[in-house]
């Protein structure tokens, strides 16, 4: 019955559209493979079209066309982008359900794209991204809301670094943002201290979940296949064609971290290759043989915590409000959820990195330890000063995957593909931090663009 599922699948996206019958098959299968015992599942139905290739690894091997790692917001798009041209996607994530990382540990901002050097990946991605993402939600109903932000400056020695961001702003395309007095922002925001600020209207929230959930629908119903309890551990290579190794996310788990070799379950051979691990990016490149180290860029991971609000009746703030950007980050800001949330963060806390298998399994530290909220109280009363002491709860925290370190200068996004590395087929994409979220639809435009024969 599954074979039978599994090949009626494959048939149907040769490239002819799917009856809605067929869909509803589609929509079905997944439901199944979306289900804790899923790798089971897939691998079941993977051995039982097993190629006759020669291998080293005594182990079922499946051809695929497009095979995504990760489905965080990125890849998902990206899998979504590549289904909505008729190929055939494959999305193996090693958690039990998509977006648990990073994608659902932000800020969920849409940026206007302000900040980040002029034509670089993240100036061009976030502003197309972020009309994109407009453009989206509201075609499908998505909760978000264009709510304007306030880069604030706190005292005059700040007013030189926020007509630079103004100016950059303006050079980078972002629409309407202009400098206005302390006075009219402290009036548009009376719980506000600013001396200037520049208003950018065209940033704004979105319910990034909602956003997942429905990209991930449309890529379902465009026949992909999401495989959840599976992670991808490495690949090596066969003359041209990449193979990839794949493994139960479960089996990983009693891995006892000395030995760096680890065998798979299941060896895919995709025609292209989107490797989104996130965080694991770096890590897992470095476990394809075949691929050269030095294209492969060093690993840094900044912990940002989050503080909500509590003992306040009403929500202190309508609009975003920022200070002066420090290293590493924004600064500390003033978020606000779709339900008038106000939380505040992130701040930027450098960690180490962890052994390749425990970033597989997501085994960061998240913790937010209450005795940094003495760390906020100063900072946010610089723009607020009317915050009560005792008013801020350890909220939740996410880690940038940053390709500099403390001190150096911010790196942009890295989207690499065989003009870099060599390999056909494999596309890698590292240190997708902010705005990787407002850009997610622009990355994936990009890689289907120029990276689909
Ligand atoms: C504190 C913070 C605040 C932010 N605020 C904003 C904001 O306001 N606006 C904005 O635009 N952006 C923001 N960002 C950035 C944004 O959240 C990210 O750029 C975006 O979520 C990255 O998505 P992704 O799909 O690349 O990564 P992820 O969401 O991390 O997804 C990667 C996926 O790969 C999976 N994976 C890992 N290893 C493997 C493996 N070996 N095999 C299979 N699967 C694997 C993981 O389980 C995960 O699900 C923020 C980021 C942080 C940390």
Request: include cysteine; hydrophobic fraction near 35%; proline fraction near 6%.
């Amino acid at each position: 019955m599954l074979k039978l599922t599994f090949q009626s699948f494959r048939r149907s996206s040769k490239g002819f559209a799917l009856s809605s019958s067929r869909r509803s098959d589609a929509r079905f299968k997944w439901k199944r493979l979306h289900s804790p015992s899923n790798f089971m599942v897939m691998r079941s139905m993977m051995s039982s079209t097993q190629t006759a290739t020669t291998t080293s690894y005594s182990v079922p091997r499946e051809k695929v066309d497009c095979l995504v790692i990760g489905a965080g917001v990125v890849g998902i798009a990206i899998a979504r982008a590549l289904a909505l041209k008729g190929r055939e996607v494959f999305v193996v994530e090693s958690g039990s359900t998509f977006g648990t990382v990073t994608s659902s540990r932000n800020s969920e901002v849409i940026h206007a794209g302000i900040y980040y050097p002029r034509n670089s990946l993240k100036a061009i991605f976030c502003s197309r991204g972020r009309d994109m993402l407009y453009d989206y939600c509201t075609k499908h109903d998505i909760p978000h809301k264009q709510i304007g932000k306030l880069i604030v400056a706190t005292r005059s020695s700040e007013i030189p670094k926020l007509n630079d961001i103004l100016n950059h702003g303006i050079q980078n395309g972002v629409d309407s943002l202009r400098m206005i007095e302390g006075i009219e922002a402290m009036k548009m925001e009376p719980e506000l201290q600013c001396v200037k600020a520049v208003l950018s209207p065209v940033s704004g929230i979105v319910d990034s979940h909602s956003l997942m959930l429905a990209l991930v629908g449309e890529a379902e119903s465009h026949r992909t296949i999401f495989t959840y309890n599976s992670a991808v551990i490495g690949g090596h290579l066969e003359g041209n064609q990449i193979c990839v190794h794949v493994s139960e996310t479960n089996s990983l788990k009693e891995w006892n971290g000395t030995s760096t070799a680890l065998n798979p379950d299941l060896v895919l051979l995709p025609n292209l290759i989107v490797n989104s691990a996130g965080l694991s990016a770096p890590a897992l490149a470095k476990r394809f043989t075949g691929l050269p180290s030095e294209v492969i860029p060093s690993a840094y991971y900044a912990r940002g915590c989050y503080f909500t609000l509590s003992n306040t009746k009403t929500t202190p703030f309508q609009h975003l409000i920022y200070p002066i950007p420090e290293d590493g980050g924004l600064g500390v800001h003033v978020t606000l959820d779709l339900n008038g949330q106000v939380k505040f963060g992130p701040d930027v806390e450098w960690i180490d990195s962890i052994d390749d298998i425990s970033s597989f399994l997501n085994k960061f530290d998240y913790s937010v330890h209450a005795n940094r909220a003495e760390r906020f109280y100063p900072e946010i009363r610089k723009y607020y000063p009317n915050l009560k002491d005792g008013s801020l709860e350890p909220g939740y925290s996410g880690i940038r995957p940053k390709l500099s370190g403390p001190g150096q200068p911010p790196v942009d996004f890295v989207i690499q593909g065989e003009n870099i590395h060599g390999i056909p087929g494999l596309v890698n994409l590292f240190g997708i931090e902010s705005p990787g979220l407002t850009s997610s639809l622009a990355i994936a435009e990009y890689i289907v663009t120029r990276f689909l024969g």
